[in-house]
């Protein structure tokens, strides 16, 4: 049989933390090996029990979701961690931030028990959830903060087809959306998605979409 996933909850407010680790302890895919109730403590007990997969408050003391989210799972961690960020629509700038110290995605904290369930294992797959609407809706809003001086660069090393699907991923689109507009298969599609991420170097769409933003790749 297949080992449970391992998960960390941190949350500062207890009866959220409760919540959350009474419905994932109820599934016989997963196992909650900690909670915490700030970033410092998710940082140091994660080291310790090593998780597969932190769920992470973005506003917490003595040290912010997002600070933990860098120190777990951000560049240069030798030991990288996945982290799936819980917070609220009037939190998208700290969200941003969040995916860019490399969380794997997020969800609303009122969110139903499913989606909850299907974020962790999605993550923990190694997938990043991001719907498309929403990357529409947290990117573009601050996309004009986050892109630099125009022009591409000229050490993308990409084709030509490779960048136009990179541009579809930033702009939101999913899959099915992206082989629909280019006339292709999903199949492709996702061929063209893994070499992408191989190429550049980056773990899932979540930081292809940053990447895109921040090299001035979509207009």
Do not use: W
């Amino acid at each position: 049989m297949t080992a449970p996933v391992r998960v960390l909850v941190c949350d500062d407010q207890a009866l959220i933390r409760t919540g959350f680790a009474t419905i994932i302890d109820a599934q016989p895919d997963l196992e909650v090996v900690g909670e915490c109730g700030d970033g410092r403590a998710a940082v140091d007990l994660a080291r310790r029990v090593s998780p597969d997969i932190v769920v992470m408050d973005v506003r917490m003391p003595v040290l912010d979701g997002i600070e933990a989210t860098r120190l777990l799972a951000g560049a240069g961690v030798a030991d990288p961690v996945k982290v799936l960020v819980v917070t609220t629509f009037n939190l998208d700038e700290y969200v941003y931030e969040a995916l860019r110290a490399g969380a794997s995605g997020f969800l609303l904290k009122d969110a139903p028990p499913a989606q909850l369930l299907h974020g962790i294992r999605t993550v923990a797959a190694g997938a990043a959830l991001l719907a498309p609407e929403v990357t529409r809706q947290l990117v573009g809003r601050y996309a004009a903060r986050i892109r630099p001086a125009p022009g591409t660069p000229d050490d993308v090393a990409l084709t030509p087809r490779e960048l136009e699907v990179l541009r579809l991923i930033a702009d939101g689109l999913s899959n099915s959306e992206i082989a629909a507009a280019l006339v292709i298969s999903q199949e492709t599609v996702k061929t063209y998605v893994s070499r992408i991420l191989t190429k550049l170097d980056l773990r899932d769409r979540v930081q292809a979409v940053v990447y895109a933003y921040r090299r001035g790749l979509v207009t």
